[in-house]
């Protein structure tokens, strides 16, 4: 049982699945957990935990029939040691390999998924933009046009994760025949394809995030993905993502939430640990309670997916408010530990850092408020 984990959700979980959640755990103490501040530093991705997280047996585990609920669980104990992993996996997990699953032919299917569960290939996803983010349904502006049996991409994505170093990239393009939004693997060495890491983050620096620009960049047709047609295929990914978002965002905050608990058992002030002061307990019960009540919401969320009745509100809703709670549960985790607060030598530094960054991507707060307000008002209000 971990610590966060005050009402034992996890005992929803089989035993099979526990095992396999206790196997990413002991991974993540074991060969994360020791660089993780090291790697965030220097802004370098640890390529040499591949071969591990392979081992896992954990990427593609919702395209085998995995439960949404399992599927959590390891979002959530890949973010509570170190956020910048649990992106990484994320991306190419969720967002590259479930838009390959969901939205590829079979022959896709069966081409690129075994490489990319096994880890041999990696994969990122291209939708932001340099001049679009929330806007990005309408304004769209990298475009496709057919030629033939091959594909002519022209554009520029920006904070792409993984692009660095992706052997495949799922770009999004706005086809120039029918103004509709289209999904291209492209891959690594393809003339034409440019990424550049973003340098100088404050959150999840670990995370190869890069500006990619494509000039004439030549797509074959089969590496069109054949049932991404309209940006309403696209945006049921995002649904699906989202939702492992939120599960990010409980795993970050129970990862600074138990580093501070510990810190106040062991702190001492005044002759005696500062877990024993009023006020620190009050916010150690603050934190827990932000981290209870998210995974309440995290949990159900799972089960809708499992259950096949969610909706796109269900996981804009999850993530409008588990990364809310989760921005105030790291700050009360660094002013816990006061001054060590800021110091990566305690993690929880870390921990509010990466924090901005999964409280904005995957839908701003406005953005997945306003979709949960359409659905309660059945009034859109985006413009």
């Not at 086809?175 to 100088?200: C, H, R, S, W, Y």
């Not at 939120?246 to 608990?261: F, P």
């Not at 850092?353 to 991507?361: R, T």
Request: with cysteine; net charge negative.
């Amino acid at each position: 049982m971990m610590t966060g984990d005050f009402y034992d959700y996890s005992a929803l979980l089989d035993d099979s699945e526990k095992e396999i959640v206790l196997r990413v755990r002991e991974f993540m103490a074991r060969e994360v957990a020791p660089i993780a501040n090291e790697a965030w530093t220097n802004a370098r991705f640890p390529h040499q935990v591949i071969p591990g997280f392979a081992k896992l047996d954990i990427a593609g585990l919702p395209y085998r029939g995995a439960r949404s609920l399992l599927t959590g669980f390891v979002v959530l104990e890949l973010n509570r040691v170190d956020p910048s992993m649990g992106t990484f996996f994320g991306v190419h997990n969720g967002l590259a390999m479930g838009s390959v699953d969901r939205l590829g032919s079979e022959e896709q299917r069966e081409r690129w998924l075994p490489q990319m569960a096994a880890m041999e290939k990696i994969g990122a996803f291209a939708l932001t933009e340099p001049e679009g983010g929330s806007d990005v349904a309408a304004g769209l502006r990298t475009t496709a046009r057919r030629e033939g049996d091959v594909w002519v991409l022209n554009g520029a994505k920006r904070w792409i994760g993984n692009a660095t170093f992706a052997d495949l990239i799922l770009v999004w393009a706005k086809d120039e025949a029918d103004g509709q939004v289209k999904g291209f693997m492209v891959e690594k060495g393809t003339p034409g394809l440019a990424a550049t890491k973003i340098e100088n983050k404050i959150a999840l620096r670990t995370v190869q995030n890069a500006d990619i620009t494509l000039t004439n960049c030549l797509v074959p047709e089969i590496n069109r993905l054949q049932k991404a047609n309209t940006f309403r295929d696209t945006g049921a990914i995002l649904r699906q993502t989202r939702g492992g978002v939120a599960w990010q965002a409980v795993g970050c905050m129970m990862g600074a939430y138990e580093l501070a608990l510990e810190y106040a058992k062991t702190r001492e002030q005044f002759g005696r640990p500062i877990a024993g002061f009023q006020l620190v307990q009050d916010l150690l019960v603050r934190m827990l309670g932000n981290v209870t009540c998210s995974l309440g919401m995290v949990v159900r969320l799972a089960q809708l997916q499992d259950e096949g009745v969610y909706a796109d509100e269900h996981s804009a809703m999850a993530k409008a408010f588990c990364t809310a709670r989760m921005r105030e549960a790291v700050g009360w985790a660094r002013e816990v530990l006061g001054g060590n607060g800021i110091v990566l030598d305690y993690d929880v530094g870390r921990f509010v850092a990466d924090s901005e960054a999964i409280y904005s991507y995957e839908g701003t707060r406005e953005i997945n408020s306003l979709i949960v307000g359409r659905a309660i008002t059945g009034i859109g209000a985006f413009v």
